[in-house]
């Protein structure tokens, strides 16, 4: 349906009286925040917040990205692949949503990264500068988790994607692979849109828990000005207003994508 001018909120239906006195509650609400609380220690960490901010985002985008990869040859194969393979997709989505995230986190870097030193062949290889490291092993946690729940997610979408469409492109001439590169796969993305939209906000919240290994992120450094300062408020608040703020940016984003993509005939 489209909207019209007449469905736009106007000035009047905006400034309400239940809306204005929440508006009034949240202006109490901040100037008490800012007046009356420490906000003394932010200058000195704001360059350490500024870096655990972009070690938060480059988390979520890694893995998120990354994890998406993997969901759609795990969806797919769910509903069109042979048993062995379906089984395996279906066994690796049932474990990793089954168990906490913290516990495969754990398992990975004082599992697996405890492992990796006792082989002199890898200790020598290029890639232990990397192994012994801890992100490797929040990036690989994270987005195993992703691709898990994704996979779930894209199954189901790759599932109901109408037959018709793909049997009128077949009946057009289109190759398989065409078939899934310009109908199946797009058609899929469109209807997992909403969804994965509320799977990277969770992944987003996800994040903190790499601090556990010794990942600088945003919750790292809070946590280290806590410490320092000892103060136990003022730091939360202002992590809870840059996970909202992230929030909220995400959220745009996707409704501005989902906004793009024409819906007539979905």
Not at 126 to 154: H, N
Not at 158 to 175: D, H, N, Q, W
Request: proline fraction near 7%.
């Amino acid at each position: 349906m489209a909207i019209t001018p007449e469905d736009l909120p106007t000035r009047d239906s905006f400034f309400k009286p239940h809306r204005i006195v929440l508006l009034l509650i949240l202006a109490a609400l901040v100037f008490c925040i800012v007046w009356f609380m420490r906000w003394d220690w932010l200058p000195k960490y704001l360059p350490r917040l500024g870096y655990g901010i972009l070690i938060t985002l480059a988390m979520l985008f890694s893995t998120s990205i990354l994890g998406f990869l993997l969901a759609v040859p795990l969806g797919l194969v769910q509903v069109t692949g042979p048993w062995p393979l379906k089984t395996l997709a279906k066994t690796f989505c049932t474990i990793v949503r089954g168990t906490p995230l913290l516990l495969q986190l754990w398992l990975l870097y004082y599992g697996l990264g405890s492992l990796f030193p006792q082989f002199p062949a890898i200790r020598q290889s290029f890639l232990w500068p990397y192994l012994r490291e801890s992100w490797p092993y929040g990036v690989a946690a994270l987005t195993i988790s992703f691709a898990a729940y994704e996979g779930e997610v894209m199954r189901g979408a790759f599932a109901g994607v109408p037959a018709g469409e793909l049997e009128a492109a077949r009946a057009y001439g289109m190759s398989r692979w065409t078939v899934f590169r310009r109908i199946w796969l797009p058609r899929a993305i469109h209807r997992a849109l909403p969804t994965l939209n509320g799977e990277t906000v969770l992944q987003l919240k996800a994040t903190p828990l790499v601090a556990t290994i010794t990942v600088i992120d945003v919750y790292s450094v809070i946590s280290k000005v806590r410490q320092d300062t000892y103060i136990t408020y003022e730091p939360l608040l202002l992590l809870a207003l840059i996970y909202m703020c992230l929030t909220g940016i995400l959220v745009i984003a996707f409704r501005y994508l989902e906004n793009r993509i024409p819906t007539r005939g979905a």
